[in-house]
């Protein structure tokens, strides 16, 4: 088995690269062996190495899964990369009725982004900044199976959760009957529409409105649709919640950087082009915007 003692990561990279070029088959375990991390750990660390979080981002970079490390010796770790099937990936999925992409029986259905820490912890960063109110108005576009709405319940009360009037929007009818199921109290509404014709619902004004990965859309008239929630559903004293997807999902596992057609690594034009404009059009409207966020990049706004 390889060995890497106090060589420099550029030495172990190129190694992983060649055995990629040898054997990509999915499933394959690529292991090494390299100094114990926990050797190296403070300021007083006995022994040079690299920490799981490296090992870690490199197997994000390589398309491989990092599976748990094992102990060779009381120096020494079995470093252990399994390679992903890059066929397994719901961005590519092509169905018959294209308003199933996302529904209950899609590829999609099995993320669950409150699992994944970054989004986790900056979703209700932005509850936070937005600091929810009883008696609240809230939409989400795109709520698919409500997920953003159950963690609600963990920034505010449960006589305020209760007080809330919860409207959510999604295209997908498999989705919208799953939130129905799930959230069966009288003050959860749910829609199964197009967002171009969002202006057909008659919903009112909100307080707060939510959009997670939705605004981006192919086919969705993002200035249509924004005009139509700052002029038409906002409240005087309102905020928005957008989230952009910085990431992709291979084979079940997050992968860093949003990607565009032809380019065979991340490319992050588009996306900042995207956040930037909601930002310049949001701050034309008296909004305090905020951008942050790592996997998903967060616009929160209120005025």
Known sequence: ?????TEPLIEIVWWLQQQLERDSTPGRIIEF???????????EGKLPGHSL???????????????????????LVRIRMQVLDSKHDWHKNLTDDATEKYGVDSEYAGIEKL?????????LHCLRIVSIQSGWRILNLGVNRGDEFAALNYVVSPEDFASLHLVGVDHSESAIQAARLRFS?????FFCSDINKLHELNLGRFELIISISTLQSPGLDRETVLRQLVQQQ???????????????????EIKYGAMMRNYSTSE???LVKDVSFYKKYL????????????YYLFVVAVR
């Not at 062996?33 to 300021?43: E, I, Q, S, V």
């Not at 701050?283 to 790592?294: D, E, L, M, P």
Request: glycine content about 4%; charged content about 30%.
């Open 234 to 252: 906002c409240k005087d004293k309102s905020a928005l919640l957008f989230a952009f997807p910085n990431c992709r999902y291979i084979d079940g």
């Open 1 to 5: 088995m390889k060995k890497f003692t």
């Open 283 to 294: 701050q034309q409207h008296k909004f305090k915007v905020r951008i942050f966020g790592k």
């Open 115 to 123: 699992e994944e820490p970054y989004f986790l912890l900056d979703y």
């Open 33 to 43: 062996l390299r100094t114990n991390p926990d050797l190296r750990a403070g300021k």
């Open 53 to 75: 979080k490296n090992w870690l981002d490199l197997a994000e970079y390589f398309n491989c899964r990092l599976l748990l490390p094992h102990l060779q010796d009381s120096n």
């Open 268 to 270: 992050l034009s588009l």
């Open 185 to 189: 109290e009288n003050n959860h509404t």
